[in-house]
């Protein structure tokens, strides 16, 4: 099984494609990367930051003579693309991609894809709230997990040359039903990124506190909302469109959970909402063992010393007298 | 105007007690500090850090003498506590507290704050996720705000000197009435606290999805709701037990709004969905620009290099030959 590719293809240059380049290079898992963009400028942005060496605005240009193809465009974007690239992918090709919902890649990438190409649809659990070819970092996967979600009937040599390309990223790699991913990723990011979304809206909206109030005392836990409530519009807003059922699933039973909790707070019992803050706590402490988040506290956030107090405080007191 | 206090009692040291503690020596705003705490192991661990000078299971003790005393127990103990230190508190001393609520903390502790004595309740916007002496640190409150709820008759060269205090610990100190105060922190701290506990208990509970899956899979949004539902659960049980009405309100809010939301990903509503993620982009921005958070992607949480790649795959490509 090689995990070194001829000529990778990402369709796409945002922060994940941006980071799979530099990753694939950094690795030498790759010998020649092809860029194609939609837009000229991040083609130019992508050619300034050195993450390729092909670059073109022509996707079915990019694919040709790739033996792994990546889509890393917003999912929306999939359909066209597919029938952009397919007359030009190569037999025996991968085609993958990077998309947060999997279901909706099947259908309709799945019967685009020509006789002789392997499609394993994949999805790194990675990223950071900024976007743009400029926010990749080689980093980005080490220690994350990466699903892939191909068929049954996948050739099982392509399926493991795609998972030693993961694992060579730097990231752990588990195959499972798309289906199965769907409501995997609807509980672990997308009702998450939903309510993030949901309470910063609505701190941007009230009449009776401000939104210069908010953005002050935003430390008490609100700013923590923002950063996920900052990530990509469109890429979120397709996420939404295409995972509609596992979304709406996994919203339902955050609202039978969180009346039980309005009741809780409603009626007063104390030994409700006890019980659930502290079971919530272990789940904190497994995540850190796993290695899938920093045991610092405030995520590591830096803090800064205190500036020297007003000297003139100090002169009135001769620096400790009793005042 | 004198920021520097003779001796300094606090009743409590937890995350916030002992970084007041260790603040206030380092910046050199107290003479003499005196601990109290309920529980002897706890007293015990502030000794051995070195956080005081007095150490004392004796609130009223603690209290004798002190120009300043601030309470930073957990909201539900101040009625017991205030009964215990009021015919200890000196005439002029300033007796304030941190705790998340301020209308509460008005009704239960005022009526019993002797004549003489300034009371001058307090809340610095400020924590991580750790609790316990030894979670504190002196750079805690640097850029962030604290905020002060005096009754309008209250003396305000006591409420100056707070302030004084509050500024020489780093903090930027906010004045404001009670209620409002209740307010801006029900959607700032008290509702997103609410939802991540929400949300981590739905993913602790589900069928179709393992918890082992949860936590593998935590990057993609979930584990940063897991740090503010690591918090201290007798606080926030205290917390929703005494601002229930803000609470209820804020939640309100955002129930509605989810509900729209909800629609507009039902019905496939992308241009709506896509004006709010822009919209809340924005917010971040602001935060970040008032130095409420860092501009780091992914709060500035580390990240390691992928490891080596297995050496199997690169002696059997000889470092980049064609696959």
Same mark, same amino acid.
Not at 292 to 300: K, R
């Given at each position: 099984m090689s995990v070194h590719f001829r000529k990778l293809a990402l369709i796409g240059i945002g922060l994940i494609g941006s980071s799979i380049a530099l990753a694939a290079k950094r690795q030498g898992l790759v010998e020649v990367i092809s860029i194609a963009t939609r837009r000229q400028e991040t083609l130019d942005e992508a050619r300034e930051l050195g993450l390729g060496d092909i670059y073109t605005l022509d996707p079915a240009e990019a694919v040709r003579g790739a033996d792994l193809v990546i889509l890393c465009a917003p999912v929306g974007a999939y359909a066209d693309l597919a029938r952009a690239i397919g007359p030009a992918l190569e037999p025996g090709a991968i085609l993958s991609d990077v998309g947060s919902v999997k279901r909706h890649v099947h259908e309709v990438v799945g019967p685009l894809v020509p006789e002789g190409v392997h499609f394993i649809p994949g999805h790194p659990m990675a990223g950071t709230e900024h976007s743009g070819p400029s926010a990749g970092f080689a980093e980005l996967f080490t220690g994350r997990w990466c699903m892939l979600t191909p068929?049954?009937?996948?050739?099982r040599a392509a399926v493991d040359r795609l998972v030693a390309f993961w694992k060579g990223l730097g990231s752990n790699v588990e195959l499972m039903d798309a289906a199965h991913h769907d409501l995997v990723v609807a509980i672990t990011s997308h009702v998450p990124h939903l309510i993030a979304y949901n309470i910063v809206g609505t701190a941007d909206d009230l009449g009776n506190v401000t939104k210069s109030e908010v953005i002050k005392f @935003? !430390? &008490? &836990? $609100?700013r923590d909302f923002t950063r996920i409530a900052a990530s990509d519009p469109v890429m979120w807003r397709d996420v939404f469109l295409t995972n509609r059922d596992a979304v709406m699933e996994m919203l339902g039973r955050f609202l039978e959970d969180l009346s039980v909790l309005q009741r809780a707070v409603r009626v007063g019992d104390g030994p409700a909402l006890e019980a659930l803050f502290t079971r919530t706590r272990a789940i904190r402490r497994s995540i850190i063992d796993a290695g899938?988040? @920093? @045991? !610092?506290?405030? $995520? &590591?956030r830096p803090h800064e010393a205190p500036p020297a107090v007003d000297t003139g405080f100090v002169r009135e007191h001769g620096g400790g007298d009793d005042a």
């Open positions: 068929e049954p009937d996948v050739d @935003s !430390a &008490g &836990g $609100f899938q988040d @920093s @045991s !610092a506290p405030d $995520f &590591g």
